[in-house]
């Protein structure tokens, strides 16, 4: 039975497979839009897909944000780097959910891992400027469509 407190972070997450044209379901590769926490990144939902290999769930799905986005521990095609659980020799285990990647990637969206840089140019703003890595973060806001 889902508890009140884990349907309100359900409200945060969209998570579909992908339908091709035909009507035909992939679940190998899913559409997710997380909503941004009460921060700077708050109020809009950013895309992100999830790629499930054949070997899942022994190995992790690779996340991918659109290419550009801004984040220190996004590379700029869009690759996501979170070592905690995505890293399959480190974090990885076979029993987490996918609502749990995505309550994972929603904590990393304003608690960034700073000691884990994938992004040089979101990684030197964010220790040299704070006051543009704000701005740049509210400007990239509102640019993705939500996924509903």
Request: glycine share 6%; net charge positive; aromatic share 16%.
């Amino acid at each position: 039975m889902i508890t009140a407190k884990e349907f309100k972070l359900f409200e945060r997450f969209v998570a579909r497979p992908e339908t091709g044209p035909d009507g035909s379901v992939n679940l190998m590769v899913w559409h997710c839009s997380i909503l941004g926490k009460p921060t700077d990144w708050e109020c809009e939902f950013y895309p992100m897909t999830m790629h499930f290999s054949e070997n899942y769930p022994y190995k992790p799905p690779k996340c991918k944000f659109p290419q550009g986005f801004f984040h220190p521990n996004v590379y700029p095609l869009g690759k996501l780097h979170l070592q905690s659980i995505l890293n399959q020799d480190r974090g990885w285990s076979p029993v987490i959910a996918v609502k749990q990647i995505l309550m994972g990637i929603h904590y990393l969206l304003d608690w960034l891992s700073p000691n884990y840089p994938a992004q040089i140019e979101g990684y030197n703003i964010y220790i040299q400027d704070n006051v543009e890595y704000k701005r740049r973060v509210r400007q990239q806001a509102g640019q993705y469509p939500a996924l509903f």
